[in-house]
């Protein structure tokens, strides 16, 4: 095997190397490799993080999973990442998945969420994620975080119980003596055609928002683009005291629109008239109707957010543009 082989078959030519050896793999990787462990590796946020890490070049993704051998767990390992089994509910295996980490991008997903409908919630696996890291001795932790609406808006909004386990995960970080930041995400432009808010219709194209009305503002980001490099940025920039980076939380903002002008960048991009829209008054979960209603009645949570974010352009971060997102991935699916 070659040097070059070497490298790029890690991490399977190191450890079997490292067995004939008979040495532990957990001190040479921190020591010579920069290891990111990745939660939430088959998602949106955490698949983004894996993709722009593999293109970098400049640290070595780890993507844990609780089924190795699923089908996206094995597209990730042909690609070359390694692959960890790891349950954010049982702290012990998140240790030893953890192992030789320098980073760690963590992100949870809530029970109403998951195919199940069931499982730990999001404090207990947040929690779980920042213990284990700690532990393991990561030097660097990301935590993919919300502000509390319930603070935010005085207590008008309580149930949204995602936005309020994250915060508390992140409060509980800050207590943990890792040196961590965190990120905090609005709307995902993504949702819109995942979610499909976009229809095509006989004579062009509808939308339907869950809760908005048109005039309504919010703030949003282009996940896949956006958030991977404010990963990319942070860990780069982590190790040197003077960005004053640890404890920090960096909002992640692509732009901030009424929904009426996102549809005219819409419309734009597809080449087609007035984008006709309607309101759906009820997603059917308390939960992300009152998330819905907090972002439209304070404009996105992140009015105060200057875009792009000037804490994240000092640390090299380039910003997309909603413009970008348009002509990038709304254009190609729907014509």
């Known amino acids: 095997m070659t040097c070059e082989d070497f490298v790029k078959n890690y991490p399977l030519a190191l450890r079997i190397y490292l067995k004939y050896l008979n040495l532990s793999a957990t001190s040479l990787e921190m020591t010579f490799l920069r290891i ?28 844990i999973t609780r089924d190795p051998d699923s089908d996206a767990s094995k597209k990730l390992k042909a690609r070359g990442v390694e692959v960890v089994k790891g349950d954010s509910g049982d702290k012990a295996g998140l240790v030893r998945a953890l192992q030789g980490s320098e980073g760690v991008f963590g992100v949870t997903l809530p029970p109403f969420f998951q195919a199940s409908g069931q499982g730990p919630s999001e404090l207990v696996q947040g929690t779980n994620i920042v213990d284990a890291a700690k532990e393991a001795g990561v030097k660097f932790f990301i935590w993919s975080s ?7 808006s005085g207590g008008k909004y309580t149930n949204a119980v995602h936005y309020e386990e994250k915060a508390a995960v992140q409060e509980y970080l800050a207590t943990s003596e890792l040196i961590h930041a965190s990120l905090h995400l609005p709307g995902f432009l993504e949702g ?35 958030v991977p490099a404010a990963v990319l940025a942070l860990l780069k920039n982590y190790p040197d005291p003077s960005k004053q980076i640890n404890g920090k939380t960096y909002p992640v903002v692509t732009g901030t629109i009424s929904c009426a002008k996102l549809m005219e960048l819409a419309s734009k991009a597809l080449g087609c008239g007035e984008i006709p829209a309607t309101t759906i008054p009820s997603t059917g979960l308390v939960a992300m109707d009152e998330m819905l209603k907090a972002h439209a009645e304070h404009k996105g949570l992140f009015q105060d957010t200057p875009v792009p974010n000037p804490d994240l352009v000092a640390l090299g971060m380039k910003f997309s543009t909603l413009e970008e997102f348009m002509e990038t991935e709304l254009k190609p699916r729907y014509t």
């Not at 939660?39 to 780890?62: E, I, N």
């Open 192 to 226: 819109i055609y995942q979610n499909q808010l976009l229809k095509k219709a006989d004579t062009g194209f509808t939308m339907s928002w869950p809760v908005f009305k048109e005039t309504d503002i919010e703030a949003w980001v282009w996940v896949s683009r956006d």
């Open 146 to 152: 919300l502000p509390s609406i319930a603070k935010l």
């Open 36 to 63: 990111v462990t990745v939660f939430g590796a088959t998602g949106l946020q955490g698949g983004s993080v894996v993709d722009a890490l593999l293109k970098d070049g400049s640290f070595v993704p780890r993507a």
